[in-house]
């Protein structure tokens, strides 16, 4: 007759279960994997941003988004402004910025934003013919001026003469500086300066390329001197 032995008196009550390779208390929470708890969890996510986006969307009006936001703006005040030779109603805070109202209520994005202090000369516009910084004034302060951005300086589809030399001379790199330069340069070609590259230089200080292409820069702006 075959003996029997008595399990061992520490052996724990589970013994002659199957052991798993892989430590429940670290890869399962009981029945729910771990994978499962991740992959629901990431859904309930992605559903949470999901919905008031398309909500968001569905209840916007199509046409002048930006118009009609600036309506109900809090103290805002009729301006016109007159951009490239067409007048723009608008309806804006007293301290909404020329930049501001070109890129957010126009949506004319090629006047772009730098430092916002006035210092990189990236937001170069021209006003009544002079260049300025759009960031460092309000565009209540502009109603009916003649207003010119980077999207009206060609005329008839044809170039203007510093856009032309700035393909001719590859005078950009990243591009976000350009509008502004492009801009202070053709200003600059009715400005009484001298005709040496360090007068352009010393003309343009108030623009700023980060990826250094001023060589570049310079001799587009005085080809487009020398052409005028």
Same mark, same amino acid.
């Given at each position: 007759?075959?003996?029997?032995?008595?399990?061992?008196?520490?052996?724990?009550?589970?013994?002659?279960?199957?052991?798993?390779?892989?430590?429940?208390?670290?890869?399962?929470?009981?029945?729910?994997?771990?994978? %499962?708890?991740? &992959?629901?969890?990431? *859904?309930?996510?992605? +559903?949470?941003?999901? $919905? =008031?986006?398309?909500?968001? #969307?569905?209840?916007?009006? %199509?046409?002048? &988004?930006?118009?009609? *936001?600036?309506?109900? +703006?809090?103290?805002? $005040? =009729?301006?016109?402004?007159? #951009?490239?030779?067409?007048?723009?109603?608008?309806?804006?805070?007293?301290?909404?910025?020329?930049?501001?109202?070109?890129?957010?209520?126009?949506?004319?994005?090629?006047?772009?934003?730098?430092?916002?202090?006035g210092q990189c000369g990236a937001c170069t516009v021209h006003v009544n013919g002079r260049r300025m910084n759009?960031?460092?004034?309000?565009?209540?302060?502009?109603?009916?001026?003649?207003?010119?951005?980077?999207?009206?300086?060609?005329?008839?589809?044809?170039?203007?003469?510093?856009?032309?030399?700035?393909?001719?001379?590859?005078?950009?790199?990243?591009?976000?500086?350009?509008?502004?330069?492009?801009?202070?340069?053709?200003?600059?070609?009715?400005?009484?300066?001298?005709?040496?590259?360090?007068?352009?230089?010393?003309?343009?200080?108030?623009?700023?390329?980060?990826?250094?292409?001023?060589?570049?820069?310079?001799?587009a702006i005085q080809q487009a001197r020398h052409s005028a």
């Amino acid at each position: 007759m075959k003996k029997t032995c008595d399990p061992p008196l520490n052996a724990p009550p589970e013994m002659d279960a199957p052991v798993s390779d892989k430590p429940s208390s670290f890869f399962s929470f009981g029945k729910f994997s771990r994978r %499962a708890f991740l &992959t629901q969890l990431g *859904a309930a996510g992605l +559903a949470a941003t999901t $919905v =008031p986006l398309v909500h968001a #969307v569905t209840e916007t009006p %199509a046409q002048d &988004t930006a118009d009609t *936001a600036s309506e109900v +703006a809090p103290g805002a $005040v =009729p301006v016109t402004l007159r #951009v490239n030779g067409k007048d723009h109603r608008l309806m804006l805070e007293p301290r909404v910025t020329l930049l501001d109202a070109l890129r957010e209520n126009l949506q004319m994005f090629g006047t772009k934003k730098g430092c916002d202090h006035g210092q990189c000369g990236a937001c170069t516009v021209h006003v009544n013919g002079r260049r300025m910084n759009s960031c460092l004034t309000f565009a209540v302060m502009h109603q009916m001026d003649e207003i010119t951005t980077i999207e009206g300086l060609e005329r008839d589809g044809v170039l203007h003469p510093v856009q032309q030399a700035f393909l001719d001379h590859d005078g950009f790199q990243c591009g976000y500086c350009t509008p502004g330069q492009i801009m202070s340069g053709a200003a600059l070609l009715k400005e009484p300066i001298g005709p040496s590259d360090d007068d352009v230089r010393a003309a343009m200080s108030g623009n700023i390329c980060r990826c250094g292409a001023y060589k570049n820069i310079v001799a587009a702006i005085q080809q487009a001197r020398h052409s005028a």
